[in-house]
């Protein structure tokens, strides 16, 4: 089974709550750390880290002895990495979305594909949990193949845990397809509000099952709950907020060492997300 956690938007808690529902699940757990521009999740987790992984990606290059400057290449390529300059083809590998159409259209075989690094996978343990992060390389401005290539890292485990990107956009899309469950973290505020309006309606495009948890749900917007009920959508776990919490956070502390009992609440909840995912 998998659980993704999502967000709208970025520091409504989507790390603290992935890593506390790893933490306290009774289950051994594959967590994969999805976001992999700003991966902080092994600051919580702890794992020993056991090895590093260099994930590559194709991208074309042109033999110019065998090009005529036909231009095919540039025409199938939906993302204009290639352009023409006269009878020469001009590539962008930072556009390049490693479709291999180019090499497919070229008459002359004159475009063959190199392998270039998109990032690294870090690998480690903890207890019952194994842990896999990805990290974008610097400059590299195309997370999913990244992402996928995290993902992967989980097939055949029993229960995977997901800390995907925040937003709406293609990379937190891609460390969402599959997943069995999504849990959509906010907090209640109006902008909060309004992200998780979008993120539920792309959760409910992809198809998959959701609930949110609501973090600092003591501040006085009642228009969260609100839409919640209204939608029915499940609120799994609502937790307040507290000074000893960011103070927590702040050092690498785990959210469930400050709040005795939230790990069995979690529990509880891992329980009702399996019963809802089969469904």
């Known amino acids: 089974m998998t659980i993704a956690f999502a967000s709208g938007k970025g520091g409504t808690g989507k790390t603290t709550f992935s890593v506390a529902f790893a933490l306290s699940a009774d289950d051994n757990v594959t967590f994969?750390?999805?976001?992999?521009?700003?991966?902080?999740?092994?600051?919580?987790?702890?794992?020993?880290?056991?090895?590093?992984?260099?994930?590559?990606v194709p991208v074309p290059v042109v033999d110019s002895g065998k090009?005529?400057?036909?231009?095919?290449?540039?025409?199938?390529?939906?993302?204009?990495?290639?352009?023409?300059?006269?009878?020469?083809?001009?590539?962008?590998?930072?556009?390049?979305?490693?479709?291999?159409?180019?090499?497919?259209a070229c008459p002359e075989k004159a475009v063959s594909e190199i392998q270039i690094g998109t990032g690294v996978i870090?690998?480690?343990?903890?207890?019952?949990?194994?842990?896999?992060?990805g990290l974008l390389d610097i400059g590299n401005t195309k997370s999913p193949p990244l992402i996928k290539a995290v993902k992967k890292k989980g097939d055949g485990a029993s229960l995977v845990i997901i800390d995907s990107?925040?937003?709406?956009?293609?990379?937190?899309?891609?460390?969402?397809?599959?997943?069995?469950?999504?849990?959509?973290?906010?907090?209640?505020?109006?902008?909060a509000l309004n992200d998780l309006?979008?993120?539920?309606?792309t959760v409910r495009i992809l198809g998959i099952p959701f609930g949110v948890v609501i973090n600092k749900s003591d501040h006085p917007f009642p228009q969260t709950e609100e839409y919640c009920r209204k939608e029915a959508i499940p609120v799994l776990l609502k937790?307040?907020?507290?000074?000893?919490?960011?103070?927590?956070?702040?050092?690498?502390?785990s959210i469930i060492k400050i709040f005795p009992g939230l790990g069995d609440e979690i529990k509880k909840a891992i329980s009702t997300i399996k019963k809802e995912a089969v469904r």
Do not use: W
Request: with cysteine; hydrophobic share 30%; net charge negative.
């Open 122 to 133: 870090s690998s480690g343990i903890r207890d019952h949990i194994s842990f896999y992060q």
């Open 239 to 253: 937790v307040p907020e507290k000074r000893a919490a960011a103070e927590g956070y702040s050092s690498g502390e």
């Open 32 to 56: 994969l750390d999805c976001d992999v521009e700003e991966p902080d999740s092994h600051f919580f987790i702890k794992p020993e880290i056991t090895g590093n992984e260099k994930i590559t």
């Open 197 to 201: 309006k979008i993120a539920v309606e």
């Open 67 to 104: 090009c005529t400057g036909c231009g095919r290449c540039a025409k199938v390529c939906r993302f204009n990495a290639i352009t023409m300059l006269g009878k020469k083809p001009l590539i962008f590998h930072e556009l390049c979305h490693s479709c291999g159409g180019c090499s497919i």
């Open 165 to 191: 990107p925040p937003g709406t956009s293609c990379p937190m899309v891609t460390a969402l397809k599959g997943a069995d469950y999504t849990v959509l973290v906010t907090e209640p505020a109006p902008f």
